[in-house]
């Protein structure tokens, strides 16, 4: 079974950074291949919402209210994927939830989707 393990979050000043990771892992063998990865955040009683998804090429997709202060980046070597948020405002506080889909593991397992346990970004002085 595939598992999406998030680290990075805390608290941190308006106009501070903060840099997500999430690591892929299955407990049996190894993971081949993931297609889809990206972060979505979800606020005390709002929907959840996207903040930024890459392809497996590498192409990139941004929320708006993210687009110029938030970078999503992928190795691939490490099935993890990485969001960089910079000039953080009190509104980005929320938790953070790694997705991943379409993951193929060596032993021929297949997940269409997964999701993160979520990190939890605070903004405020």
């Known amino acids: 079974q595939v598992q999406l393990v998030e680290s990075g979050g805390g608290w941190v000043q308006p106009g501070g950074s903060l840099r997500l990771s999430c690591a892929a892992s299955a407990a049996s063998g190894s993971i081949f291949s993931i297609n889809g990865m990206g972060w979505y955040r979800q606020a005390p009683g709002k929907e959840r919402e996207l903040v930024a998804t890459?392809?497996?090429?590498?192409?990139?997709n941004y929320a708006d209210s993210v687009k110029g202060r938030s970078t999503i980046s992928r190795d691939n070597a490490k099935n993890t994927v990485y969001l960089q948020m910079n000039r953080l405002k009190p509104e980005d506080t929320a938790g953070y939830y790694c997705?991943?889909?379409?993951?193929?593991?060596?032993?021929?397992?297949?997940?269409?989707?997964?999701w993160g346990q979520g990190t939890q970004i605070t903004v405020s002085s």
């Open positions: 890459i392809s497996s090429g590498g192409s990139t």
């Open positions: 997705n991943a889909h379409s993951i193929w593991t060596r032993s021929r397992i297949y997940e269409s989707e997964k």
